[in-house]
C-alpha cells in the first residue's frame, strides 16, 4: 500500500485548532492502519505516557499504537514516581522533556494542562492531550468520527444525537465542535442541569425520545447521577435519559449507537445494547489503536 501524504502536527491538544483537512487526512490514514499499512520510523522515537487521571481505553489504545509503531515507551507510574513527594504534573512533563523524549502523551483532571507547559523554553517535545477534565479529549473525539465515517462515509447531513452529562464531558465539546465544521446537525439531550456549558450553542436540545426517532447517530455519554449531583435514582435516570432496548428498537435501520466509554451498563445504556449490531462500541475500541497509531505518526514524522 503507498503511503499517503501525511500532514505534520507539532502538538495535538484540541480538535479546534484541526482543520478539515488535517481530520479527514487523520482519518484516511487510520483507514489505511486498518486495512493493513505499516509504518516504522527510521530513527528511534521515545514517548512518555502521562495518565494522572485514570483510564483504560484511551491510555491501553495508546499504547498498542506505539507498540505497533516500534515506539520506546516510558510509562509515568503514578504510585512509584515522585508524585507522592508533591511533583507537580509540570515539573514531571519538565523532567520528561529534559531526558529526551520526543513526545509525551498526557492525561489530566485539569483543563488546559498544557497551556503552562507550551509557556516554557525548556518544553521541547510534542504534547498529545488524552483528555484533560471537562475541555477536550481530541483522540477519543478523532476516534469517533473515524468510527463515522467508515460507517456512512460522509458527515454532511448526518444528525447527530448526543445524550447524558453534556456540562462536564470533554467528548460532547470536541465531537460537537467538529461535527458541525464537518457539516452533520447536534442534538443534545439530557437532565436539565447537565444540559448547559461550552457546546451546548452548537445544537438544539431535544428529548431523547424525539432524538432515538431522527438521529442517524446516538452518542451516550457515561452518566453517573449521584457523583454529578442529581437528585434522580440510578433508576430514575435509565428510565428518563438512559438508552433502553426499547428506545434502540424505535432508530432508524441505518443508525448506529456510540458510547464515549467506559460504560455504565443500565445506567446510560442497557446491558444488552452493548454489543448489540446496532453498537459500534467495539469498533470504537479497535479503531482508537488505528486513529492513535495516525496522530503519533503526524507528530512524530
Ligand atoms: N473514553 C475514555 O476516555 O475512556 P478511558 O477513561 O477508559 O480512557
Known sequence: MKRRNILKMDHFLSVSTLSNETILSLIHRALDYKNGATYHFLEPKF????????????????????????????????????????????????????????????????????????????????????????????????????????????????????????????????????????????????????????????????????????VDVLMCLRARPKERGLTLTVQQYFEQFGVTVERAKRMKENAIIMHTGPVNRNVDIADELVEDQKSKIIVQTKNSVFMNMAILEAILV
Open 47 to 214: 514517548i512518555a505516557n502521562m495518565f494522572v487521571e485514570e483510564s483504560t481505553r484511551t491510555r491501553y489504545s495508546f499504547e498498542m499504537a506505539q507498540l505497533h509503531l516500534g515506539l520506546k515507551v516510558l510509562e509515568y507510574d503514578t504510585n512509584s514516581s515522585s508524585v507522592s513527594k508533591g511533583e507537580s504534573l509540570y515539573d514531571a512533563a519538565l523532567t520528561f522533556s529534559a531526558l529526551g523524549v520526543d513526545a509525551l502523551v498526557i492525561r489530566s483532571y485539569d483543563e488546559h494542562f498544557y497551556d503552562q507547559l507550551l509557556s516554557s523554553s525548556n518544553m521541547t517535545c510534542s504534547l498529545i492531550n488524552a483528555g484533560d477534565g471537562a475541555g477536550q479529549h481530541p483522540s477519543q473525539s478523532m476516534m469517533d468520527l473515524m468510527t463515522i465515517y467508515e460507517h456512512f462515509g460522509r458527515f454532511e447531513g448526518l444528525k447527530i444525537g448526543i445524550v447524558g452529562d453534556i456540562v462536564n464531558s470533554s467528548v460532547a465539546n470536541s465531537n460537537s465542535q467538529a461535527l458541525t465544521r464537518l457539516g452533520a446537525q447536534v442534538y443534545f439531550s439530557g437532565p436539565t442541569d447537565w444540559l448547559c456549558g461550552k457546546c451546548i450553542k452548537l445544537g438544539d436540545v431535544i428529548s431523547l425520545d424525539d432524538m432515538v426517532d431522527t
